[in-house]
């Protein structure tokens, strides 16, 4: 399931709100730096502004556990090896225990997360 960051129809759950307070917090001193032309300065912003709030969910049977530390190439594998079916590559940030991380997934087209490589992530981890 996916919504929208600044278009909630609930309060975020606890690990949301701190994953999208950690992207205000980098976001903001960045103010409006950025490229001429570009439509947001940083991709902070454009997360805050276009980012989705995923639910995770257990990886598919039919999806095999693929190494950790590549997730961009995972789910870049994955979501080619299955578009026939409308899984599409996404990225962003993931909750961990600790603190969110860059990473990637895979979405499919009733919005569930498909993530090849992640395995200690907590709902909801990707925005």
């Not at 949301?16 to 205000?24: G, N, P, S, T, V």
Request: contains cysteine; proline residues 12%.
């Amino acid at each position: 399931m996916s919504r929208n960051v600044d278009a909630q129809t609930q309060l975020p759950e606890p690990a949301e709100q701190k994953l999208i307070a950690f992207i205000r917090q980098i976001a903001e001193p960045l103010g409006i730096a950025g490229g001429a032309g570009w439509a947001h300065p940083t991709q902070y912003h454009l997360l805050l502004a276009h980012g989705r709030l995923f639910t995770h969910k257990p990886r598919p049977a039919d999806v095999q556990k693929l190494p950790d530390r590549d997730c961009y190439y995972n789910a870049a594998k994955i979501a080619r090896a299955h578009r026939d079916h409308g899984l599409v590559y996404a990225e962003g940030y993931a909750t961990t225990n600790a603190f969110p991380l860059p990473h990637a997934w895979c979405v499919r087209p009733d919005g569930v997360v498909v993530d090849p490589t992640g395995t200690n992530l907590i709902p909801p981890p990707p925005i």
